[in-house]
């Protein structure tokens, strides 16, 4: 896509560099910004290839609502890194549990007993396209400061990187199209934005099956979009390559929480040759 190519582009020429966690510094800009259409094919990278399978193992295990990474590692390795045998696979309550499982606090004021509600935020979206189709708060956050900021000794303490993609909303169209709008707080250009752009398209177009929407748009803005030092090489290799006309996403027509692995298949995926990134922890 000429969109994520141009992004790239403008990270390399106005991009500076900045010092992180990880020890490898990133050539960094602040405020990056594209908008694709969803309808002219699945936007899968096409200037190189992307592991379509992993993006879609991740994005089941987020809308699973697991906090951990037992019945993931065994088919995508992409979440090892932050996690481990001694930490019996935990990450801490990450994406999917907000996704899923947002923690409320009710307190009963009879009895002054609290107990916990989950708000399942994916659920409501759902019901509002239904039902309110043009509610301008069908939002979902990852981000909740009180399992970030937990003791490290607490094992609801979300683990590093904490909710990269911080919040996306979606929206219906007068023709009856779903556009879905994500803003994350950092991307890392040439690993993870692939990703990101991938996994939601696939969940825009679950959703749009499971409530009778065409495809509309896509929008991302990134925040502190950035470029490892050690990945400038290869995205400029990424840039002397031209896109290839987009594959086709298709999901079988079934309910929405009762879709598999199985259940998708991608059409027409014809990439060029892989470019090794090494990720940075």
Same mark, same amino acid.
């Given at each position: 896509?000429?969109?994520?190519?141009? *992004?790239?582009?403008? %990270?390399?020429?106005?991009?500076? *560099?900045?010092?992180?966690?990880?020890? #490898?510094?990133? &050539? @960094?800009?602040?405020?990056?910004?594209?908008?694709?259409?969803?309808?002219?094919?699945?936007?899968?990278?096409?200037?190189?290839?992307?592991?379509?399978?992993?993006?879609?193992?991740?994005?089941?295990?987020?809308?699973?609502?697991?906090?951990?990474?037992?019945?993931?590692?065994?088919?995508?390795?992409?979440?090892?890194?932050?996690?481990?045998?001694?930490?019996?696979?935990? /990450?801490? +309550?990450?994406?999917? $549990?907000?996704?899923?499982?947002?923690?409320?606090? *009710?307190?009963?004021?009879?009895?002054?007993?609290?107990?916990?509600?989950?708000?399942?935020?994916? +659920?409501?979206?759902?019901?509002?396209?239904?039902?309110?189709? $043009?509610?301008?708060?069908?939002? %979902?956050?990852?981000?909740?400061?009180?399992?970030?900021?937990?003791?490290?000794?607490?094992?609801?303490?979300? %683990?590093?990187?904490?909710?990269?993609?911080?919040?996306?909303?979606?929206?219906?169209?007068?023709?009856?199209? /779903?556009?879905?709008?994500?803003? +994350?707080?950092?991307?890392?250009?040439?690993?993870?934005?692939?990703?990101?752009?991938?996994?939601?398209?696939? !969940?825009? +177009?679950?959703?749009?099956?499971?409530?009778?929407?065409?495809?509309?748009?896509? @929008?991302?803005?990134?925040?502190?979009?950035?470029?490892?030092? =050690?990945?400038?090489?290869?995205?400029?290799?990424?840039?002397?390559?031209?896109?290839?006309? &987009?594959?086709? &996403?298709? #999901?079988? =027509?079934?309910?929405?929480?009762?879709?598999?692995?199985?259940?998708?298949? !991608?059409? =027409?995926?014809?990439?060029?040759?892989?470019?090794?990134?090494?990720?940075?922890?």
């Amino acid at each position: 896509m000429q969109e994520y190519l141009d *992004i790239i582009k403008t %990270v390399l020429e106005k991009g500076q *560099i900045k010092e992180n966690r990880t020890g #490898i510094d990133t &050539l @960094s800009y602040f405020g990056a910004y594209y908008k694709i259409d969803l309808a002219k094919g699945f936007p899968l990278l096409t200037t190189k290839k992307v592991k379509f399978d992993s993006i879609l193992h991740e994005l089941l295990w987020f809308l699973s609502g697991e906090t951990h990474i037992k019945n993931l590692k065994d088919k995508t390795k992409i979440w090892n890194a932050w996690t481990s045998e001694e930490r019996n696979w935990e /990450l801490g +309550q990450t994406y999917g $549990y907000q996704w899923t499982k947002w923690d409320q606090f *009710i307190k009963d004021s009879a009895t002054g007993e609290v107990r916990i509600n989950h708000i399942n935020q994916i +659920q409501k979206v759902i019901d509002d396209l239904k039902k309110n189709p $043009y509610s301008r708060r069908m939002v %979902v956050s990852a981000w909740n400061p009180a399992d970030f900021y937990r003791q490290e000794s607490d094992p609801k303490k979300t %683990v590093q990187p904490s909710a990269c993609h911080t919040m996306f909303m979606f929206f219906v169209s007068p023709d009856k199209k /779903l556009s879905c709008h994500l803003t +994350q707080r950092s991307g890392d250009l040439m690993l993870g934005v692939p990703f990101n752009l991938a996994s939601y398209a696939i !969940l825009t +177009q679950m959703l749009a099956q499971e409530c009778g929407y065409e495809l509309g748009e896509f @929008s991302h803005y990134i925040n502190d979009c950035h470029i490892y030092v =050690n990945h400038i090489e290869g995205a400029k290799l990424q840039l002397q390559r031209e896109p290839r006309e &987009l594959p086709q &996403l298709r #999901i079988i =027509n079934k309910p929405f929480w009762e879709l598999k692995f199985e259940d998708f298949e !991608l059409l =027409n995926y014809n990439p060029e040759l892989p470019i090794k990134f090494e990720i940075a922890v």
